[in-house]
């Protein structure tokens, strides 16, 4: 059958550009009438979409259903071939990125606003990841950009209502959408990664250890289910928020300390020995132990120092290099030393990686943001990140029985010192205020008048605003945040989120090294609380946002 295109006439919209990972806005932004189909209908123009197949899906936030539909009409009358879709749109954020290798889709449509809440009052995003299963690069990012700011017309093929409900084949004229299980392929990579006998075992053999995963009602709880209950045989009491919910349940799904508070607070009263998190789409983590939790910067280090080891996909391809994003502290960086390995540190945002990773130049990658993954796709990974934790639990123990979370985190400051970090937010705080912050940080670096300070018991060293040269394509990204990096090899960090939806977020990051053996227990803030208060007076953020204190503190 031959469907009709219709042209519809539209107006451009304001503001469509997308952030640090898509464009993310209220629910009700994308509810004007054309304001989803332009942005949809800009990617397609961009890609460009003619014979593409796209890898279609998202965490099953509000708003989900409606985006899908509009996918489907702007697809066909785009001359779109075919749309693998998640049954029901449920698609992880790293599921989508292993869909779009294994099939050699042209590319993916990830319909999530991530870790921000969900519902008719909160956040919807849409993010184009390319061939390579990797959120698009500047260069694409900014056309889609370019392509809204001048749309005059959007291209439909009006069609019934399309039910992603059913497994199974069927046809909009000339497109073939495909709809598939949500988690069959990416439960069958990480069965090729890990070590999953070598987990079961350890599992077995130690009926006391006990672990909890918090789904947070996104959408890796049917990841997570299948995982952990069917695969590793471990009870129901081990999983919790598994069904995906259009609103997370008024949660907000980012799993930290504070957004994550019901977790942390089972594992301390109800005695796991292991507690994980993932946020709303699935590329976060975090990792707490007994007494212990885990920094995302010493989390990507301890996969690095055992990935070669312990993990049977690196003993088949290596480690090739290491990456973290800038404001990641540099425990990492010790790891690649030791090892004789080439490091990396990218601007924030994971599309840095994928570059690196393409050249075969870098196999772990980790943001302090939660955010840890390998070249196995081209996002971070929530679930591959907590695997990997327990793949090497299971290793260390086989040589030293007994050993938890905590263990492993002192053992590797043994070797290697302690990075102390901690990151501080200040969410929603008036724009303005946050721009003459960042601006007058930039012209004292600008006068070279930070150089040689003495800043409480710190003096500087350097001070810049990075700038990221990009060794594989030559790309250069300025202004990526500021950074003031001490004598002694302390730094502060302080750069706006590119992921909010309203007002601006003030990011500050501040880390200590310490190789004196009798800290490496100590507490974080207690440990950082001088360099923070530099920081803050440095920057004087109370008096640019009117904030005291933080909204989270990582
Ligand atoms: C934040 C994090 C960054 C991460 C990004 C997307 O960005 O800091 O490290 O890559 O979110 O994560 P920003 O610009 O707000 O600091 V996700 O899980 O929301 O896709
Ligand atoms: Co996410």
Known sequence: MVSIIQTIATKPFEGQKPGTSGLRKKVKIFQQPNYTENFIQAILNAI???????????????????????????????????????????????AVSNLIRKLNATGGILLTASHNPGGPDNDFGIKYNISNGGPAPENVTDKIY????TITELKIVDTPKID???????????????????????????????????????????????????????????????????????????????????????AHPDPNLTYAHDLVERVNNEGYDFGAASDGDGDRNMVIGKDAFVTPSDSVAIIAH??????????????????????????????????????????TGWKFFGNLMDAGRCSVCGEESFGTGSDHIREKDGLWAIIAWL??????????????????????YQIYGRNFFSRYDYEEVDGKGADEMVQRLR???????????????????????????????????????????????????????????????????????????????ADTQKALQSLIDVALDLSQLQKFTGRTKPTVIT
């Open 164 to 250: 992603f409900s059913v497994l199974g084949k069927q046809n909009v004229g000339e497109l073939e959408i495909e709809v598939i299980d949500s988690v069959h392929d990416y439960i069958e990579l990480m069965k090729n990664i890990f070590d999953f006998d070598s987990i079961k075992s350890f599992f077995s053999n130690n009926p006391n250890f006990k672990m909890l995963f918090d789904g947070m009602n996104g959408v890796t709880g049917p990841y997570g289910q299948r995982l952990f209950v069917q695969e590793l045989g471990l009870p129901e009491s081990s999983v919790m928020r598994c069904i995906p919910l259009p609103d997370f349940g008024g």
């Open 306 to 347: 055992y990935a070669k080891e312990a993990i049977p996909y690196f003993q088949k391809t290596g480690v090739k290099g290491l990456a973290r994003s800038m404001p990641t502290s540099q425990a990492l960086d010790l790891v690649a030393k030791k090892q004789g390995l080439e490091y990396f540190e990218v601007p």
């Open 146 to 149: 370019e392509i809204s700011k």
């Open 443 to 521: 012209s004292m670096i600008e006068t070279k008048e930070l150089e040689g300070k003495q800043l409480g018991s710190f003096t500087v060293a350097t001070a810049d605003d990075f700038t990221y040269n990009d060794p594989i394509d030559g790309s250069i990204s300025k202004k990526q945040g500021i950074r003031i990096i001490f004598q002694d090899g302390s730094r502060l960090v302080i750069r706006l989120s590119g992921t909010g939806s309203s007002g601006a977020t003030v990011r500050l990051y501040v880390e200590k090294y310490s190789n004196n053996a009798s800290e490496y227990t």
């Open 48 to 94: 460009p979409a003619k014979g593409a197949t796209l890898v279609v899906g998202g965490d099953g936030r509000y708003y989900l259903d409606e985006t899908l539909q509009v996918i489907v009409k702007l697809s066909a009358a785009a001359g779109v071939s075919k749309l693998v879709v998640g049954q029901n749109g449920i698609l992880s954020t790293p």
């Open 391 to 412: 793949n090497i639990l299971a290793y260390v123990n086989k040589k030293n029985p007994g050993s938890g979370v905590k263990d492993i985190l002192q053992s590797h």
